[in-house]
């Protein structure tokens, strides 16, 4: 019978994380569970940097970006020695189970301290990247989307003053969820992503005719690109570089970097996180291990946690194929 829980997030911030920490703590307090929070993800369980959370501790954090318990990588985590040490100070607290908010990487590290510990564990995908196998959406995503859809529209209104063309590189650099979704939705005339097939300095012919079409079409006018981090050799700001050369015309590079990681959850994160959260306390004391709780088709749902990194989950494929088709016209 579980009596006490552990709870931490990890790796990169995600807007909505303090939502599911939350209800992690309220939906324990119903079962009269108790919950130790972790501070700077698993590093707390090296450093004994942990608290008691009550139900008092987590009033008024919904709205609140970033995670009220830290977030950090852990190195200590890589090795053998380490996920042993873990899993002595979780069996030291007498933890029965823990609860990793985080993404894929998050949830190797709980892979391996599941090694040898002898309680329950489980996930809540909480990374704006979208990245995570077993859920429709990853908590954080939605605002990422939203605080990056922002900055694509007021960089639109310099455009448009200028009549300039201009890259804005999102994060992304193994999945094109938010550079596709945020580019469509701010009405780039270009997309760059993983998805699309690597870009070089040899082969930027196919980037560079759509922008000569548009411009005998429309005359000079503003332009957007939206481009994934890691996308070009060099970076986006090389990329601005060599399109300017090869078009005559002044490109700038505009990256946004962990600006997306940051502000108050949207509506639909706090909702994703507080539902995520919620179920995965409901599943723990149902004997849940080493398992996700995600969301597919609005039912919640456990996934494996061993296969939440296979990478098997794809963008949208007719949002792809469209994209890609206005951009050849």
Same mark, same amino acid.
């Given at each position: 019978m579980i009596k006490r829980v552990g709870v931490l997030t990890s790796g990169g911030d995600a807007p909505g994380m303090n939502a599911a920490i939350r209800a992690v703590v309220l939906t324990a307090a119903a079962y009269n569970v108790d919950v130790t929070g972790f501070h700077h993800g698993f590093n707390g369980l090296f450093e004994d940097d942990y608290q008691t959370l009550l139900p008092q501790h987590v009033q008024n954090i919904i709205q609140h970006g970033g995670t009220i318990l830290?977030?950090?990588?852990?190195?200590?985590? &890589?090795?053998?020695? $380490?996920?042993?040490?873990?899993? &002595?100070?979780?069996?030291?607290?007498?933890? =029965?189970?823990?609860?990793?908010?985080?993404?894929?990487?998050?949830?190797? $590290?709980?892979? !391996?301290?599941?090694?040898?510990? &002898? +309680?329950?564990?489980? $996930?809540?995908? +909480?990374?704006? @990247?979208? =990245?995570? @196998?077993?859920? @429709?959406?990853?908590?954080?995503?939605?605002? !990422?989307? =939203?605080?990056?859809?922002?900055?694509?529209?007021k960089i639109r209104d310099t455009a448009d003053a200028f009549e300039r063309i201009f890259l804005v590189e999102l994060m992304g650099r193994h999945s094109g969820y938010i550079t596709l979704s945020a580019g469509i939705a701010g009405g780039a005339e270009q997309i760059i992503c993983p998805e699309f097939g690597a870009l070089r300095p040899d082969n930027l012919k196919a980037l560079i005719e759509p922008v000569k079409r548009a411009q005998l079409l429309r005359g000079k006018s503003s332009y957007i690109i939206v481009v994934a981090e890691n996308s070009y050799p060099g970076g986006t700001t090389a990329l601005a570089e060599a399109l300017s050369e090869a078009l005559g015309i002044e490109c700038r590079a505009c990256i946004l970097g962990h600006i997306q990681r940051g502000g108050s959850p949207v509506g639909a994160d706090r909702i994703l996180a507080t539902k995520l959260g919620a179920y995965a306390v409901e599943q723990l004391m149902q004997g849940a291990h080493l398992v996700m709780a995600g969301e597919i088709n609005q039912q919640a749902v456990l996934y494996p946690l061993s296969e939440t990194g296979a990478k098997q989950k794809q963008i949208d494929p007719y949002l792809v194929r469209w994209q890609q088709t206005i951009a050849s016209d």
């Open positions: 830290k977030s950090a990588r852990c190195k200590a985590l &890589q090795t053998t020695e $380490g996920a042993k040490q873990a899993a &002595q100070v979780l069996d030291r607290l007498q933890l =029965d189970a823990l609860i990793i908010i985080g993404g894929d990487g998050s949830f190797r $590290g709980a892979l !391996a301290i599941a090694e040898y510990y &002898q +309680g329950q564990i489980i $996930g809540v995908p +909480g990374t704006i @990247d979208n =990245d995570v @196998d077993g859920t @429709d959406y990853t908590i954080g995503f939605a605002t !990422a989307i =939203d605080t990056a859809l922002d900055a694509i529209d």
